[in-house]
């Protein structure tokens, strides 16, 4: 095994950080990103913290990198305002009341001084937080507006925040076919810089043994692609019919007031099934290929997503916002594809939805971002994928020299498609 950096490059690294990531190369062409993913975690196994990101492209692009992790050095899960810290290091598990998940977050990485420059820059993430936050962290921000004592009762009890920090991951180039397995190592958890490189190379290694492991192979199984047939009605719904009407008249009643440009009205669907959520991820990836693809596992729940935009990214000092709003089905014939762009193009109601998201995009970026510097770069583009096509924006600001990705992120939450406008 090869490993970047040298041991030389490495003590020259540490001499202003103390989180260095050691990469080594490997050929991917016998090894899928979902067959990497079994072997990390046991397909019995639905408890472990572990992600799979996987990415297409305008439908029908495959993005260039793919990304697995299994099994967070630091797990940071918070019920409201008490935050469970669980470092696998350690053993250690403590519990506190806090005003903010993501400001523990913050002070854990802030103990981590990385170099700007290193064995894994041009991969894209090599390694830090992954996890979920829920609907309700806009509590966390807006606390005297919305405490969490005026929450509705979560009857399925998940967490507000779970955000694991993982210092393994494989990352998949899928047009140089190499894969490239990280492990970040921390200098203050070590006695000297020998140390602390020959421990990195050891548990780098341990890394790279799990993923060329021999496993039994995954079930072809099989996905029917007659998407023209419609599935059978969902289970059970958390609204009855009656219930929902009452609240669509109530939901117009504030809009009629003034007390609300755009509410979104939400109902979740439930059914049972027998099949393996990683499976639904396998047929999911198949069915409708995004951008943005997930399967993460956390404690007590899977999360299987599919999806085309971004709620947030900071990049250097830029943060981002690319609010999706308005859409229609994708034509049969070319010809039929133009004439769908055109009608949603020229639809008022889409419009002016969409509309109403950019400004609440601006309004976001515009509490962490410099005055002056927010720009609308695109504007109401016609973007396909694999089975409709949206209308896109993308705003983008200039992060304020005092703040960081997380209070980005903590104002951004949640995104404008699902809370509607304003927000609070």
């Known amino acids: 095994m090869t490993v970047s950096p040298d041991f030389e490059n490495f003590q020259a690294v540490a001499a202003a950080s103390n989180a260095i990531p050691l990469v080594a190369r490997l050929m991917s062409d016998q090894l899928t990103p979902v067959l990497g993913y079994r072997r990390l975690v046991s397909a019995d196994d639905r408890e472990a ?36 810290v669980i470092d696998h290091r350690t053993g250690e598990r403590t519990t506190d009341t806090v005003d903010d998940p993501l400001d523990v977050c913050r002070e854990i990485t802030a103990a981590w001084r990385i170099p700007s420059h290193h064995a894994g820059s041009g991969l894209g993430f090599t390694g830090g937080w992954v996890g979920y936050a829920g609907y309700d962290t806009v509590r966390y921000l807006e606390p005297e507006k919305l405490p969490f004592s005026a929450a509705p009762h979560d009857d399925r009890e998940l967490p507000d925040v779970h955000f694991g920090l993982y210092q393994d991951v494989a990352i998949f180039d899928h047009v140089a076919k190499i894969l490239y397995a990280v492990h970040w190592v921390h200098l203050d958890e070590a006695s000297s810089r020998e140390q602390a490189y020959a421990d990195g190379c050891a548990a780098l290694q341990a890394f790279i043994d799990r993923l060329e492991a021999h496993s039994v192979p995954l079930p072809p199984g099989s996905v029917d692609l007659d998407l023209g047939k419609r599935p059978s009605p969902p289970a059970r719904s958390n609204f009855e019919r009656a ?58 729940s899977i999360l299987v997503a599919s999806s085309p935009e971004i709620l947030c990214r900071v990049k250097g000092d830029v943060v981002t916002n690319r609010p999706l709003a308005g859409t229609r089905h994708r034509g049969a014939t070319e010809l039929e594809d133009l004439h769908l762009e055109q009608d949603l193009l020229h639809d008022d109601k889409e419009r002016a939805e969409h509309v109403m998201l950019v400004d609440l995009g601006r309004n976001d970026l515009g509490r962490v971002c410099e005055l002056a510097s927010i720009e609308l770069e695109q504007i109401m583009a016609v973007e396909r994928y694999s089975h409709v096509m949206h209308l896109s924006s993308t705003v983008t600001g200039t992060l304020r020299k005092s703040l960081s990705s997380w209070d980005a992120l903590r104002q951004t939450l949640p995104v404008g498609t699902v809370s509607g406008a304003p927000k609070v």
């Open 49 to 84: 913290p572990s992600f799979l990101f996987e990415s297409v492209e305008n439908g029908d692009a495959v993005g260039r990198h793919s990304y697995i992790g299994a099994q967070p050095s630091v797990e940071v899960i918070a019920r409201g305002h008490k935050v469970t």
């Open 243 to 300: 219930d929902f009407c009452a609240a669509v008249e109530r939901c117009r009643a504030y809009i009629g007031a003034g007390d609300a440009f755009q509410i979104v009205l939400s109902q979740r669907f439930e059914r049972e099934t027998t099949a393996d959520p990683f499976d639904i991820y396998r047929a999911l990836r198949i069915v409708n290929p995004s951008p943005y693809m997930i399967y993460l596992q956390a404690a007590g």
